[in-house]
């Protein structure tokens, strides 16, 4: 007895040890269902830590109270901090599953399951082997992971909403991105020779508030970096070295390095062109500070002096990896026939396998899988609940977060109203003032830009919760509009893969978490749901079997494939 205590109060290690030693096992099983031991998770990630700073200790408390009220002693608060949900690599969490394993603990209390996993995989796996281990999960906001049918329910959404949530987010700020392209903007810092500055014209659209102007210092020396390369008389080095001492440095008043120096020789944001991530405007707002000719001989010389082979990025088909051939179990692969104007995908097998499939016909045949999915109503309603009290917490962060840039901005304007009646009272001499002054205007810049970079993200969050709405109501009209990698994404989301013959989509794979969804009848398909009277009942047990290969073998949707 007493030698258990001792190794109660240890952790994983210490247990595993003495477990393995086999001298007191029957201890532990007896002792095991008195047992009342636990440990809390928290998590903040770290966009949620500049917000967030107390939330940890929220959590914790929260968590402790919890527990305690359910007769556990709680050993420990196991912290990841700064980590993202997304994936397992956390000290806090392998060391969850380390204790539970070594039967250390009897439960586990975060706030919210998506605390413990963002990724739908991950908690599914994280929520089975908790649960084979005895190892009850208890939640703050939510409902207990019991295992029981309601509970899995609701993890599942959960889950697949968190997922969902990061892929649209990610989604949405690559849309704006694009759209600030497209309007002309940089949506990033821009290169040696501009400045970002506020748009002059206070009425300016949202996309248009931050304008990019040129350096008046550091411009002229861009554009004369470029005329002296394009006399061919300097190589690289030189010219750096050259330029730098005329002024030419980078922002923290340092030489450039060779390498950045390089890269700015080719850089097309001088030429007035804006290429960001995939996106590109050749006709941008701000100035250039070279013109074409200059710029190209520039390439030229670049080119014949150094032999850097320019590789372009291959088009990307939308369902490769996606399908494949029945016959040889073999991926697809996909090419441009007759001079560009069309593509098919086909089996890769040298001796030939059947006629290949024009990309647009099978395309478009992928995209009907969609036309037959329907959510059911209580997914919906679970969802719009889910992504509600989402927004309506992130508004909340939102609100203090600005508050308290505002709070601080106004101090700044004190500090300059001071420094100002102390010039008139000449107390401050001119130069002083003008410290002072160019100090708390950059503060203040700074600040707006926060505010602004805040307001953006909460026209994001509301603009992706109306996404995941719209994508629950309805699924066809969400793909059929998204954007190729947002298409890629919800193909992922649904099918592991497509085995098509003959142009013919033979079979479709479901993806674990359609599966789920399915057995759950969370989704349905609307020809299954039409045909189900008419089947007989052993087609609608295969549904629920648990075994991954026999749903794989199950061609869930072969109704409607047949018709295609
Ligand atoms: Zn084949």
Request: proline share 2%; aromatic share 8%; glycine share 4%.
């Amino acid at each position: 007895m007493l030698a258990w205590k001792s190794c109660q109060n240890d952790f994983a290690h210490d247990i595993v040890r003495f477990r393995s030693s086999g001298s007191c096992d029957n201890n532990i099983n007896m002792e095991q269902q008195e047992n009342k031991d636990a440990v809390v998770y928290c998590r903040v990630s770290t966009d949620e830590q500049a917000e967030r700073g107390l939330s940890m200790d929220v959590q914790a408390k929260d968590c402790r109270a919890k527990l305690e009220a359910e007769g556990y002693t709680v050993l420990e608060v196991l912290r990841d901090d700064g980590k993202t949900g997304s994936n397992m690599r956390r000290d806090g969490l392998q060391k969850l599953l380390a204790l539970a394993e070594a039967g250390a603990i009897q439960a586990v209390c975060s706030v919210h399951s998506d605390r413990i996993s963002r990724s739908m995989v991950d908690s599914a796996y994280i929520r089975e082997k908790l649960q084979k281990l005895s190892v009850r999960i208890l939640y703050v906001n939510q409902q207990e992971s019991d295992g029981s049918s309601a509970s899995f329910v609701t993890d599942n959404v959960l889950a697949v909403m968190s997922q969902y949530h990061l892929v649209v987010t990610s989604e949405k700020v690559k849309a704006t991105q694009r759209a600030k392209v497209e309007a002309g903007y940089l949506p990033s810092v821009p290169p040696v020779g501009y400045l970002n500055a506020d748009n002059p014209d206070k009425n300016a659209d949202r996309l248009s508030r931050k304008i990019i102007i040129t350096d008046p210092e550091r411009a002229p020396l861009i554009s004369e970096t470029f005329r002296l390369y394009a006399t061919g008389n300097y190589n690289v080095v030189d010219l750096c070295d050259l330029m730098y001492k005329k002024g030419l440095m980078n922002r923290n008043g340092k030489q450039m390095s060779y390498s950045r120096f390089y890269d700015l020789l080719k850089n097309r944001f001088y030429l007035g062109e804006i290429h960001y991530a995939n996106y590109v405007n050749k006709n941008a707002k701000h100035e250039p500070l070279v013109d074409e000719a200059v710029f190209n001989h520039v390439q030229t010389i670049l080119q014949t002096k150094n032999n850097h082979a320019c590789r372009k990025r291959k088009h990307q088909f939308l369902l490769r990896g996606f399908v494949y051939c029945p016959i040889h179990r073999k991926r697809y692969t996909a090419e441009w026939h007759l001079g560009k104007t069309k593509a098919y995908y086909h089996c890769p097998n040298r001796s030939g396998c059947g006629k290949y499939s024009e990309m647009t016909a099978l395309e478009g045949a992928i995209a009907d899988k969609f036309k037959d999915l329907q959510f059911s109503d209580e997914f919906i309603q679970a969802v719009i609940k889910k992504v509600s009290s989402e927004f309506y917490e992130q508004r909340r962060i939102y609100n203090g977060r600005k508050q308290s840039l505002i709070n601080k901005r106004t101090a700044f304007e004190k500090q300059l109203a001071i420094a100002e009646d102390k010039l008139l009272n000449n107390v401050l001499d001119d130069a002083a003032f003008k410290g002072i002054r160019a100090r708390v205007r950059e503060n203040i810049e700074n600040i707006n830009q926060q505010i602004h970079d805040l307001e953006n993200t909460h026209d994001l969050n509301i603009d992706v919760a109306s996404e995941v709405m719209a994508f629950t109501q309805d699924i066809y009209k969400t793909y059929d509009e998204a954007d190729p990698e947002l298409k890629r994404h919800l193909l992922g989301f649904f099918w592991e893969r497509f085995e098509v013959h003959e142009g013919v989509i033979i079979n479709s794979t479901p993806t674990l978490i359609f599966q789920e969804l399915l057995k759950l009848e969370r989704i349905y398909t609307k020809n299954a749901r039409k045909n189900q009277n008419a089947k007989n009942r052993s087609k609608r047990s295969d549904f629920s079997a648990t075994s991954p290969e026999v749903i794989n073998k199950i061609p869930l949707l072969r109704g409607q494939d047949s018709n295609l």
